[in-house]
């Protein structure tokens, strides 16, 4: 199962709203749904040895552990969404939950719905399903979630953000970096927004692990050295196998291999 470090216990999440609709693109009325999020890994390389649900990315390439850390989660409010006047009131268990909140005195595409982690992630454990929450009626384009160092001592992710371990031609390497990057998608089209209407919607955010260490496109992890001979292929930004270019490589890939599937 999946590690989730900042929630022990089901989320207890009130939502007051106060709302009066002064313009809107349809006869909507007030209120909340639920949006439940989930992550997962997936392997959709032709030249995998198996399935999308394999850990084998090629046929050198094998990756036994995949976690991440995210610090937060935010949804941005469509633009041309209504506007709605008014207050909310957010209280919730570990985990803390707030709007972004203008003082212009609405509710409206300026605003954010922001979710306060740190999430850790077993991306490895199948599809997990890591946050339930209410959220207001709305349509939102934007999804955005940060990276961050996990300041958990007792986590094999402690001081850094993303950890990948495996073989490369049967030896043993570890991939770890402990950047702070934000990844933002952008609901462009109106058919991929966040719809919201009283009702329970479901996003998977997807990691595509063929994208990153894709010998074409992605990052060629043959060029990975043990270069003080120890047995173990080192890549951090600080390893002392000569990796360190590559792991800003690898960096980089991650944050252009995710995708977002509507459930």
């Known amino acids: 199962m999946f590690t989730l470090k900042s929630i022990t216990g089901n989320l207890a999440i009130a939502l007051i709203f106060s709302l009066f609709f002064i313009s809107c693109s349809s006869d909507e009325a007030d209120g909340n749904g639920t949006l439940k999020l989930s992550a997962k890994t997936s392997v959709n390389n032709s030249s995998a040895k198996t399935a999308s649900t394999s850990k084998s990315i090629n046929t050198d390439v094998f990756v036994s552990d995949f976690r991440v850390n995210i610090a937060e989660f935010e949804l941005e409010l469509d633009e041309s969404e209504y506007e709605a006047e008014g207050e909310i009131e957010i209280e919730s268990g570990e985990s803390e939950f707030e709007f972004e909140w203008e003082i212009d005195g609405y509710y409206d595409y300026e605003d954010e719905f922001e979710l306060e982690g740190p999430f850790e992630l077993d991306l490895l454990a199948g599809e997990i399903n890591f946050l339930t929450v209410d959220v207001p009626n709305g349509d939102f384009e934007e999804l955005e979630f940060k990276f961050d160092r996990s300041t958990d001592p007792n986590s094999d992710l402690f001081g850094k953000s993303v950890l990948i371990q495996g073989t490369i031609n049967d030896i043993p390497f570890i991939f770890w970096n402990d950047f702070e990057d934000e990844v933002e998608v952008d609901f462009e089209e109106s058919e991929f927004d966040i719809s919201i209407r009283s009702n329970t919607e479901g996003i998977t955010i997807e990691f595509d692990l063929s994208r990153i260490f894709d ?16 047995g173990t292929i080192e890549i951090s930004p600080e390893d002392s196998d000569g990796n360190n270019a590559l792991a800003e490589s690898i960096r980089e890939r991650i944050k252009t291999a995710i995708d977002l599937l509507d459930d």
Do not use: H
Not at 215 to 230: F, K, R
């Open 215 to 230: 010998v074409v496109s992605g990052v060629d992890l043959s060029q990975a050295a043990d270069g003080n001979e120890n």
